[in-house]
């Protein structure tokens, strides 16, 4: 996941919250049935009742503590034409089918490539948000949606996103009710539209909400989520070799109180065995209402280097936010340390060594399950590429999820990947826009670009392409 909680510990389905073993809460499966026997009723229910109280208790400690991500992707309804007044509260979808997230309204019809659908669906969904997030930020985070996304909640019209293969995100804060009912409402176009890159491609374009949606629950002080929906926690590796690596944390604050608060931000650098190499403390005075970038720096002696799939060494960093001595955020991200060059006449080198690489290109698809696919078959696809004896992916043709990132960093895969200007582009200013937007959304670190972005920290991308094009006047 993008957000990990650590003060809080707290990731949660749409139900109860159950502790496990270091901290980390888990949601319960709702669809999971157990049915009591005989005498054995009474300590059942009672033991219902106590893990409801308990998943209670904790989500309102974790909430306290930290950020609280929860997965809504359960129980949405759905309707594949355009509705007028979908988006209002009382409006009867009880006709409508009924889902779960991912989906894409293009499953099959869309598997040939040609003749599927491509227009307007809608998804509606009913929320009630515990009271005990009650005076919080609430953000609605969508790993991605298919090709624009209308989103509404309440009623409210939130905001616009255009572009299939990004994640985005929205403060709604000030349009949920905590502790009641709330609709979410998002209408989804695949239609052809001369401003949203691809124009076309060799490739489905599938309508729909094809990974998850979550809720994430922050302190009023937080890190924030907004800055093209990526962590808001940035790691700048610079002038490493083997004997030493500078490395800057910039830290994205926000201040969402109607006073300044004195915010402290504490960055701890752990090898994976989780000891400590270094600790980088820094205190300032954030505004109300305002953003703070915090900037850190240190130099890494000795380093141990991210070598491919011989060491995918991966170090972590914790990024922890407090206020008035108590930690009310923190985020985790991963460190692959590496140097890496490209000659034309001599190939490719990671940390001074030739790397012959081999390797092949990837879409996000399945069978009869289309873009809509689970972690579970991007693990499949990246156990398949490693027992085909790659290691280089070309993630074809758009922005894949950030699974697929994480997947690489820890498998020591190099990865290209690319924005979807495919075929032609339009010599147009929208157009020129929207493309810039998705590649600032996509770029990564690994190309030392001081650009904000969704996989900023990822160690394993040594090729951003821009795609496969010729321009369209």
Known sequence: MLFKSLCGKCRINETSVVRQPHGRA??????????????????????????????????????????????????????????????EVGFDDFAWDTLDLPHTYNAFDGQDGGGYYRGIAWYRKHYTIPSAYSGKRIFLYFESASKAADVYVNGAYIGRHEGSYASFCFDITDQVNSGSDNVIAVKIDNSSAVDIAPLSGDFTQWGGICRTIHLLITNNVHVTPLDYASPGVYLTQTNVSSGSADLEVKTKIRNDNTVSKNVTVRSIVKRADDSVVTTLTDTHSVASE????????????????????????????????????????????????????????????????????????????????????????????????????????????????????????????????????????????????????????????????????????????KYLNLNELAIQQ
């Open 26 to 87: 888990v949601g319960t499966d709702r669809r999971a049935r157990v049915k009591p026997a005989g005498s054995n009723s009474t300590r059942f229910l009672a033991f219902v009742l106590l893990v409801v109280l308990a998943g209670a208790w904790l989500a309102s400690t974790a909430l306290a503590e930290g950020r609280v991500d929860i997965n809504i992707n359960n129980v949405w309804k759905f309707y594949r034409a355009d509705v007028a007044g979908a988006e």
């Open 290 to 461: 305002s953003n703070y970038d915090f900037v850190q720096n240190t130099t890494i002696s000795n380093p141990h280097l991210w070598k491919g799939q011989s060491d995918p060494y991966l170090y972590k960093v914790f990024v922890e936010v407090e206020v008035n001595s108590v930690c009310v955020d923190i985020v985790e991200q991963s460190l692959g340390l590496r140097y890496y060059s490209v000659d034309t006449d001599n190939g490719f080198y990671l940390n001074g060594q030739y790397l012959d690489l081999l390797g092949v290109a990837i879409h996000e698809d399945r069978e009869d399950k289309g873009r809509a696919i689970s972690d579970a078959d991007r693990q499949q696809d990246i156990d398949i590429i490693m027992e085909m004896g790659c290691n280089f992916v070309r993630l074809s043709h758009y922005q894949h999820a950030e699974k697929i990132y994480n997947l690489a960093d820890e498998n020591g895969l190099v990865i290209w990947t690319e924005i979807p200007l495919v075929n032609k582009i339009l010599d147009t200013t929208p157009f020129a826009d929207n493309a810039k937007k998705q590649l600032k959304e996509l770029m990564q670190s690994l190309l030392q670009m001081q650009n904000q972005n969704q996989n900023y920290h990822h160690n394993n991308l």
